[in-house]
């Protein structure tokens, strides 16, 4: 028996990427790494150090061309969990543990260097623009960014699963999924002991290991023993994991919402090469858009046709990517400008 066809999830979906938040003063990926250094213990910088040269024997702080990229630093730490017992014959001096040690805590001064950056980031003149055409437009919107920016502004202390798009139904106002997780999500495990009024359970799980929950207003885990608490995040690897739950439901539910769009609107979102699960998601989302959504009896619902793609990014390389995902049947609309400019210029 055929499903009734649901028609379009949202007329308008954005997709957000590290462009925005850089236009909000956030490091981009590739200078992460350098400017989190800094930031970090020098106990934990020593034993990064030690990692970094294992995989990069000219590395030197001193000098910032020989900094690896994180994505290709944490992938690497990976590789190196992965076969860790399968390359040696005894553990060593440099253990499995202060290596997840380090990983861990890299991530989690990162973390931190965001929250720290939280307050001036929204105080950026073009910011009010964006989040009253999100909110007039009822859009939906795909971000790859952990930072909170945008969930503070569309939906203040209302913040709950239909606002990340967890909830049965979709809400009726505008929806932001973050298929990379957030800064504000944490395991409901690790923060029970934080008052019942300062966070929201926005995925609801029989397994308690698996239910998670987000602090209503921007703030880390401070711990009174000094233990350092990581969000919810993605690390930035070639080898993402996607298995929980969570994040398995989001990514289903990013494809909905790519699959019928009137419009599709990149805004410094680059589509990088190395990330094939972003570039498969929005590949299906394309072909659904001119082949129909599948149905639950593999059958598919109409077709609500091709979306009209806007991708407002100086960077040309990046909208090159995107139209050739995209593919010839999609129209591809390239805006050579900074994300501020183009909104400023919309009135």
């Not at 250094?37 to 020593?46: F, K, P």
């Not at 809400?171 to 997780?181: E, F, I, Q, Y």
């Not at 885990?221 to 996607?242: D, M």
């Not at 990517?321 to 009135?347: K, L, Y």
Request: aromatic share 10%.
């Amino acid at each position: 028996m055929k499903t009734t066809d649901p028609g379009r999830f949202r007329d308008t979906v954005y997709v957000i990427g590290a462009g925005f938040s850089a236009g909000l003063g956030y490091p981009l990926m590739k200078s992460l790494l350098i400017g989190v250094w800094n930031r970090l213990q020098e106990d934990s910088r020593a034993q990064l150090r030690k990692i970094i040269r294992f995989h990069h024997p000219a590395f030197t702080v001193k000098r910032k061309t020989t900094f690896p990229d994180i994505e290709q630093l944490l992938t690497e730490v990976s590789v190196n969990l992965e076969l860790f017992d399968a390359s040696r014959p005894v553990e060593g001096t440099f253990t499995r543990k202060q290596l997840e040690a380090a990983r861990q805590e890299l991530l989690s001064s990162i973390a931190r260097w965001f929250h720290d950056l939280y307050e001036e980031a929204c105080g950026a003149r073009w910011l009010s623009d964006i989040v009253q055409r999100l909110r007039a437009e009822r859009a939906a919107i795909i971000s790859f960014n952990w930072d909170l920016v945008l969930d503070q502004l569309l939906f203040e202390s209302d913040l709950d699963s239909a606002s990340y798009g967890l909830s049965k139904d979709l809400a009726p106002g505008p929806v932001l999924r973050k298929p990379h997780g957030s800064l504000n999500w944490y395991d409901s495990t690790q923060v029970q002991k934080v008052a019942a009024d300062k966070r929201v359970e926005i995925f609801p799980h029989n397994n308690d290991a698996e239910r998670i929950e987000a602090f209503l207003h921007p703030r880390e885990i401070k711990s009174k023993v000094g233990r350092h608490y990581t969000p919810l995040i993605i690390p930035p690897t070639y080898l993402k994991n996607f298995d929980r739950p969570v994040f398995r439901r989001l990514w289903n539910r990013c494809t909905d919402v790519l699959s019928t769009p009137k419009r599709l609107v990149f805004l410094g979102y680059s589509l990088p090469t190395a990330d094939l699960h972003a570039q498969f998601i929005f590949r299906c989302g394309f072909h659904n858009q001119v082949e129909g959504r599948l149905r639950n009896d593999g059958s598919r619902y109409p077709a609500t046709g091709p979306a009209k793609v806007i991708v407002v990014n100086p960077d040309q390389e990046a909208a090159c990517r995107i139209e050739a995902v995209a593919g010839p049947g999609i129209p591809v609309t390239w805006v050579p400008r900074r994300i501020q400019d183009w909104i400023e210029s919309r009135g």
